[in-house]
């Protein structure tokens, strides 16, 4: 099993900013890609920002210049760092690893989520 552990979310005005991580364990030799999703209330899951094992990063057109995913590998822990955040950006996030390998068959894996609520 991959487990996927997101802390750092919270309340915060627009225009500020909040760091997002996750701590991967488990079975974790097998993860190239990761990243980070968001829902908000009564919309779809959405990707935010993804980033491969040797740091090539891609973005939603939403977030470009404003967030920056990185990871640090040693630690297994991805990051989301959030700048300039507006009312748009609330939701819940989620980090995933979109596929890795159990022995027999390659699968995905979510974390618990973490919520982000931007204020006026």
């Known amino acids: 099993q991959v487990q996927l552990v997101e802390s750092g979310g919270g309340l915060v005005q627009a225009g500020g900013s909040l760091r997002l991580s996750c701590v991967a364990s488990?079975?974790?030799?097998?993860?190239?890609?990761m990243g980070w999703y968001r829902q908000a209330p009564g919309k779809q899951r959405d990707l935010v920002a993804t980033?491969?094992?040797?740091?090539?990063?891609n973005y939603a057109d939403s977030v470009k210049g404003r967030f920056t995913i990185s990871r640090d590998n040693a630690k297994n822990t991805l990051y989301l760092q959030m700048n300039s955040l507006q009312p748009d950006d609330t939701a819940v996030y989620y980090c995933?690893?979109?596929?890795?390998?159990?022995?027999?068959?390659?699968?995905?894996?979510w974390g618990q989520g973490t919520q982000v609520t931007v204020s006026l």
């Open positions: 995933n690893v979109p596929r890795w390998y159990d022995g027999s068959r390659w699968r995905d894996a």
């Open positions: 980033i491969t094992i040797g740091g090539r990063t």
């Open positions: 488990g079975n974790i030799f097998s993860i190239n890609v």
